[in-house]
């Protein structure tokens, strides 16, 4: 059974451009929350997706946005990168409300220059 | 506003001993609390958990204390192994029904060296 997966693993782009990092829920959850860990601090919260709409959303400017298609998978979108953009960018699935638990991806490691 | 906080970047503890992780938490309406270890490379691996209305809970060699007056929670890990060396993430999420229902937040982490 596979868990949560998330691509690419790493990515580099350069500040101004816009970049889109995927993710697959675990097999049965129907929820994907975005996670933003900068280097030495925890994950931040930035949105949940829940039945193609974004139900909660975190302490994030507009240039963050994101997608989820009816197979559950989910789409984050960054515009007008800036080098403090620079983190791992963590997919975690659940069932609705989160019961069950939290599933996380390895994350995709995005590097801004 | 860092509403969960782990005061301790750091702890190292020899192999057999016990080592004990700190979180702090403001929010009252926080009523679900977990435990995340993880690896470099990898994502969080979901540890131990406990609701706010029991005041410990168990899982083999871990433990999770928590002491709601004090808005507290600790993370026992007895013995400890080597293999345990990670950083440990505590979170915690809001009560059902409210619009922050299934957000965690994370605390800063603390690095754990279990030495041989």
């Known amino acids: 059974d596979a868990g949560v997966t998330q691509s690419p693993t790493h990515l580099i782009k350069t500040r101004g451009q816009q970049v889109t990092l995927r993710c697959s829920p675990k097999?049965?959850?129907?929820?994907v929350s975005w996670y933003q860990q900068a280097l030495g601090q925890g994950p931040q919260f930035i949105f949940q997706?829940?039945?193609?709409?974004?139900?909660q959303r975190g302490n994030f400017p507009d240039r963050f946005s994101g997608h989820q298609f009816p197979n559950y998978s989910s789409e984050l979108n960054v515009n007008a990168l800036l080098l403090g953009d620079s983190a791992l960018y963590l997919c975690?699935?659940?069932?609705?409300?989160?019961?069950?638990?939290?599933?996380f991806g390895s994350g995709t490691r995005l590097t801004v220059v | 506003d860092q509403q969960v906080k782990q005061n301790s970047p750091s702890l190292s503890v020899q192999e057999g001993r016990i080592s004990i992780l700190n979180c702090d938490y403001t929010?009252?309406?926080?009523?679900?609390f977990l435990w995340y270890k993880k690896y470099p490379a990898e994502g969080p691996t979901f540890l131990i958990s406990?609701?706010?209305?029991?005041d410990k809970n168990e899982d083999g060699r871990f433990t999770v204390f928590l002491n709601k007056s004090a808005k507290h929670l600790s993370l026992h890990i007895v013995p400890s192994q080597p293999g345990d060396s990670a950083v440990y993430f505590c979170?915690?999420?809001?009560?059902?029904?409210?619009?922050?229902?299934?957000?965690?937040?994370f605390g800063q982490g603390t690095i754990l060296t279990v030495h041989p």
């Open positions: 975690a699935s659940s069932l609705r409300g989160g019961s069950g638990g939290y599933t």
């Open positions: 097999s049965g959850h129907d929820t």
């Open positions: 997706y829940y039945e193609e709409e974004e139900r």
């Open positions: 929010n009252s309406m926080f009523d679900y």
């Open positions: 406990i609701s706010s209305i029991k």
């Open positions: 979170a915690a999420r809001r009560a059902s029904g409210g619009t922050s229902y299934g957000k965690l937040t």
